[in-house]
């Protein structure tokens, strides 16, 4: 089981972020030269994420490469650095149909050729950042073997949206955060939740942690090094989530062995689902 609870940002025309950003260990770093980087710096931020991808630091974590859009004059430059430079995971901005895979995975195909990669090495992810990504999600989501999330991009979905980021339960989101999350799961691949941007609001953007914990997000997008730790903290199951984890195991262990369907523990039912979610707690546990 691939972790994937945190994805951090990391400005690709950023020297410093992009050397030290392994130290704080999010699941995966994401070089970043999309919307974090101007365009006159470009170039240059290219060359130093094809740098950074190479150094060892990098070896042992899952990194990934924001390219821009293919339809800019950057986006199949970017592609040739991030797959050149060995990056394990393309990145996708703004994705609003399966063709915008398609079209991808066939430059994708061509440099790992061209670079002696194997050829299916590079996975991919696309960002939904609009109501036609919301809406294509599914097909998005299964457009290619080779994809191994999708992530909910709130900032350019709300404003494609004409609206904005609201506190508390924020029904301005429900809609897209379900349907991405169908999509992924559907699609059994991984679904990462909006990246909260307030980096002074520890509160603000735990509320947004414990919702997408809840519908069942893998984990979110980041932007900030005290956000990582922050949201593994929330993803960890606790001591007392594990012990009863092992108990229901063991309940239904038991059960098994004596030819029984569903038993009780602590007057609640314990059956095959019960059990799954045990063992995804126990899982989780032990990835973390
Ligand atoms: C809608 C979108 O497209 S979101 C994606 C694009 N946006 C991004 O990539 C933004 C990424 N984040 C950042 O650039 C920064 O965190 C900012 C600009 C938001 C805040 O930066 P700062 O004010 O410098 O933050 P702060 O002073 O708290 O940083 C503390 C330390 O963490 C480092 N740090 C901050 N953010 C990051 C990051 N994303 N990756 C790596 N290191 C980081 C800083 O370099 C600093 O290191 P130092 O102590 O060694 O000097
Ligand atoms: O892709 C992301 O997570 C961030 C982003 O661009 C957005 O929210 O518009
Ligand atoms: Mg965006």
Known sequence: MKLRRSM???PGDNAAMLSTSFIYKPDSIMFDLEDAVSPREKDSARLLVFQALQHPVYRDIETVVRINSLSTEFGRKDLEAAIRGGANVVRLPKTESPEAIHELETHVTRIEI???RPVGDTKLMAAIESASGVVN?????SASPRMIAIAMAGFDYLVD???HRSDDWQ????YARAAVL???RAAHIDAFDVVYGNVNDDEGFMREVKIAKQLG??????????QVYLLHRTYAPTQDEVDHARRVIAAAEEALRKGMGVVSLDGKMIDPPVLKEAEMTLQLAEAA
């Open 137 to 141: 999600a599914m097909a998005i989501a």
């Open 161 to 163: 949206m004409h609206t």
């Open 171 to 174: 029904p301005e989101l429900f």
């Open 217 to 226: 997000f893998n984990g979110k997008s980041l932007i900030h090094p005290k």
């Open 8 to 10: 951090l940002f990391v």
């Open 182 to 184: 169908h999509a992924a």
């Open 114 to 116: 061209a670079c002696g």
